[in-house]
């Protein structure tokens, strides 16, 4: 079974700088996607950022950036110029390829902004 | 396009009751999942329904169930309702094609009392 493991409970960063969260994720599979999500507080999900594992290339999306080290099984989030509307619960989600949509989640990382 | 929408949007009901949640997706998708999230157990599926059949189904009792109708909005059941039902449920809807992004939903916040 795959499992998603996100080993930081809360983070806090100052505006404008730059803050990692870390996602580290076990499968036996070579076609799957790897997702960043944004919860920020009493709104909805959105996504941040997709990965898909048979590409090399770490995706970026404007100030937010991934690191993908597909050996190490390890996908983390790099948020650069923090903004004060970053604030909000980030969850790592793994999808396998096939005829399925199931996202399976971390437990998230509460990321606070400081201005 | 309008998202994801869920209603209702907050539900208080007793033990024992049955409850149901809509959800309609953007249109034109035809993929529709639903999760529960829980502050002890966090974000967990629960099904996916494609073009009205239920192509996944997570660890959940029977009590839960769902089905999808021909234009895509989808419903979810509870029977027999229990205190650690209370959860957020979350609808998330895509085109169906594996691996693209799942726009969520506002959510529905059930109560059990």
């Known amino acids: 079974a795959q499992t998603v493991t996100q080993s930081q409970p809360e983070m806090s960063v100052q505006e404008a700088e730059t803050v990692t969260l870390s996602c580290t994720y076990d499968?036996?599979?070579?076609?799957?996607?790897l997702f960043w999500y944004k919860q920020p507080p009493s709104r909805q999900m959105i996504l941040v950022i997709r990965?898909?594992?048979?590409?090399?290339q770490n995706a970026t999306e404007n100030r937010f950036s991934v690191n993908f080290q597909k050996a190490a099984k390890s996908f983390s989030l790099k948020i650069s110029d923090s903004q004060l509307g970053d604030t909000a619960m980030y969850f790592c989600?793994?999808?396998?390829?096939?005829?399925?949509?199931?996202?399976?989640f971390g437990t998230g990382t509460l990321l606070a902004v400081q201005p | 396009k309008a998202g994801v929408t869920q209603t209702p949007r907050y539900l208080i009901k007793t033990r024992g009751q049955q409850v149901t949640l809509s959800c309609s997706p953007i249109?034109?998708?035809?993929?529709v999942s639903w999760y529960q999230q829980t502050p002890g157990q966090g974000l967990q599926f629960l099904f996916e329904?494609?073009?009205?059949?239920?192509?996944n189904k997570g660890n959940f009792p029977g009590r839960f169930s769902g089905r999808q109708f021909s234009n895509s909005r989808s419903e979810m059941n509870v029977s027999t309702l229990e205190l650690g039902d209370s959860a957020l449920y979350l609808c998330?809807?895509?085109?169906?094609?594996?691996?693209?992004?799942?726009?969520f939903g506002p959510g529905t916040r059930l109560t059990v009392t």
């Open positions: 499968t036996s599979e070579n076609n799957y996607y």
């Open positions: 249109s034109g998708h035809r993929s």
């Open positions: 989600a793994f999808m396998m390829g096939g005829a399925t949509n199931k996202l399976i």
């Open positions: 998330a809807s895509s085109p169906g094609t594996p691996g693209t992004e799942q726009y």
């Open positions: 329904y494609f073009s009205e059949t239920q192509r």
């Open positions: 990965q898909e594992a048979y590409k090399q």
